[in-house]
């Protein structure tokens, strides 16, 4: 298997996973959430303050000035 058809499957398989993870986040309650810091993206170096579920670990939003300072005093 040449390094092109080695990347290709690769590829697929990481959409295949990148459809499951978003089929699962979408059936979640999201019931319990944490400021956090995430990447925006995947190719993103620099990190975000943001909402995230701490089951299914979706960004689901940006928290307030407030708790983003409170997020930095811990």
Do not use: W
Not at 25 to 40: A, I, M, P, Y
Not at 45 to 54: E, G, K, Q
């Amino acid at each position: 298997m040449g390094l092109s058809q080695k990347i290709a499957a690769l590829l697929g398989k990481r959409h295949n996973i990148e459809k499951e993870i978003a089929k699962l986040q979408k059936s979640c309650k999201h019931s319990v959430k944490s400021v956090k810091l995430v990447r925006k993206d995947v190719d993103s170096t620099s990190p975000s303050i943001r909402y995230v579920c701490n089951e299914c670990f979706l960004i689901l939003g940006y928290p307030t000035q407030q708790e983003t300072n409170n997020f930095f005093k811990e």
